[in-house]
Every structure is written in structure tokens, then in C-alpha cells.
């Protein structure tokens, strides 16, 4: 079984719409929870990091943390076509290999006008 | 703003070619990370370096070797490329610290 399980999608929604992505994970280890986006023949980039638990919230982005259960979510609010993209949770310990990050296989998500 | 460039957008080759991809940071990371990213498959570390000369196997380190000789410059090396190493490869680089830096990827296609 993988470290880290992303719910594999794709995801369909209309604009306006709220929208939940899902990771869960088995590595008590991981203290660092990002959310990578990566646009069509593009490279990911950073989006939302969050450590330990507990939720962040970025504009219409928000970040959850539940290191009880071992699951993270990304919401989107009042979804627009631009958040069209995969979008990739990740996750990282601490110490020596905290440069090294674990990815989920990735959700794509399509925001539909 | 980091910028990881890799020297080729698309590559085709031949099967049994030696194939170099090679990525450059700007940045004065000290770590860098070749992965490969297949549909279904999501993305796989292949290998990574935390300093110069130092390298370690990733997940799936089998056909591939890499090279740091220099800080800013890591290179991945396919010694003899197959049909099934056909992928997207993505370089990336960091402090340290939880956030990646990605290259825009290469495409890969081996005939």
C-alpha cells in the first residue's frame, strides 16, 4: 500500500462551485502537508502548506489537517475555469530527509464555465 | 523568483541510446530531485542529491544514474533508454525546507 492515497478523481464541477479534494496517509512521521498545482505541460508548484494539524486558509483556498485520522483535504470556494488543473497533495517529515517530499498520484480537476 | 530550467522541453530518441537531461537551479539549493510522472502512476522519485557528489536512490533508481558535480547543475542519464522509460521527467530543487521547485518538464519518447 502506498505511503500516501489521493482520491484519484477527475473531478468535474461548475464555476461557483465548491470543491473538496482528499489525501490520507500512513506515515506518523509526516509533519509538513502541502498541496501542489500543476497546469497542463507545466511543472507542480506550491500552492498551500500547512504543518502539523490544524487549517490554513488562503483566499478561496483553504487547507485541513486531521493528524488523528490521517487525512487532509484542500477546499476550494466559488470555483473558477483558472483552478482547472491537477492538483497534488505531498508530504514531509522532519530531520534529515525533510527536503524529500512523498506526492500523491495527483487529482485533475476541470471548472466548467 | 527560483528558477529550475531542464535543457529540453520534448526529446525523442532511440531505443539503446544514451540520453542526458539535464536540469539548473538558481537558487543555491542544496538539494535536487529528478522524478518521473506517468498517468495513473502520479509522480516517482528516481533520484536525489543532497550536496554535491552525493546522490541517493529514489523509488525507482533501476536504468537510470544521475550527477552532481557542480551546485547548481543535476543531470539525469538513461545508459542505454528503453520503450518503457517513455515519461515525463521533472527536475526539482529545494532548501531544505518542505517546498519543492519545479522545471517545466521534459517530455521523453524512446522508439
Known amino acids: 500500500q502506498k505511503e500516501v492515497e489521493q482520491d484519484p478523481g477527475p473531478l468535474s464541477v461548475p464555476e461557483g462551485a465548491i470543491v473538496s479534494l482528499n489525501c490520507t496517509y500512513s506515515n506518523s512521521a509526516f509533519q509538513y502537508f502541502m498541496w501542489y498545482r500543476q497546469y497542463s505541460r507545466k511543472g507542480p508548484e506550491l500552492l498551500m502548506y500547512?504543518?502539523?494539524?490544524g487549517n490554513k486558509e488562503d483566499g478561496r483556498f483553504t487547507a485541513q489537517v486531521d493528524k488523528s485520522s490521517k487525512y487532509i483535504s484542500l477546499f476550494i470556494r466559488d470555483s473558477q475555469p483558472s483552478d482547472s488543473a491537477t492538483y497534488l497533495c505531498a508530504m514531509s517529515g522532519v530531520g534529515t530527509n525533510a527536503g524529500k517530499s512523498t506526492f500523491g498520484d495527483g487529482t485533475t480537476l476541470t471548472v466548467k464555465p | 523568483d527560483v528558477k529550475v530550467t531542464q535543457s529540453s522541453r520534448y526529446l525523442v530518441k532511440r531505443t539503446g541510446e544514451k540520453v542526458f537531461l539535464e536540469c539548473v537551479q538558481d537558487m543555491d539549493h542544496e538539494n535536487m530531485f529528478w522524478y518521473r510522472q506517468d498517468p495513473g502512476l502520479g509522480l516517482r522519485l528516481i533520484y536525489f542529491s543532497y550536496d554535491v557528489k552525493m546522490k541517493e536512490k529514489g523509488d525507482i533508481p533501476e536504468g537510470y544514474s544521475v550527477s552532481r558535480e557542480k551546485k547548481e547543475r543535476f543531470s539525469l542519464i538513461l545508459e542505454s533508454a528503453s520503450t518503457n522509460q517513455t515519461s515525463m521527467y521533472l527536475c526539482?530543487?529545494?532548501?531544505?525546507?518542505?517546498?519543492?521547485?519545479f522545471g517545466p518538464g521534459t517530455r521523453l519518447t524512446v522508439l
Open positions: 500547512t504543518y502539523s494539524s
Open positions: 526539482a530543487s529545494s532548501y531544505g525546507g518542505y517546498e519543492q521547485f
